[in-house]
């Protein structure tokens, strides 16, 4: 690789705040926030919103949507 090109890859926590799971993994992203993770050193924090623990694929949640409500909704909004 050629040298100063590539962006700083370094260690991360990701928090994924609709569950309350965090990860450790290596990434490019930088945060201003920072966690002292479980070795005790302090590492730069995203946030995250959904992650594998959440995500309804990896869980085998699924969410059941009404979609006869949401299409008597829009008949009832457009009157058609």
Not at 17 to 41: E, H, L, P, V, Y
Not at 58 to 74: H, N, S
Request: net charge positive; hydrophobic share 30%; glycine share 4%.
């Amino acid at each position: 690789m050629k040298a100063e090109i590539h962006p700083d890859y370094h260690n991360v926590v990701f928090h994924d705040t609709s569950c309350d799971f965090k990860f450790i993994t290596r990434s490019t992203m930088t945060s201003k926030n920072t966690i002292k993770w479980t070795d005790g050193k302090e590492y730069p924090l995203i946030k995250i919103e959904v992650s594998s623990q959440s995500h309804p694929h990896y869980t085998g949640k699924q969410m059941i949507l009404d979609t006869a409500g949401r299409v008597e909704k829009f008949k009832q909004k457009y009157g058609m």
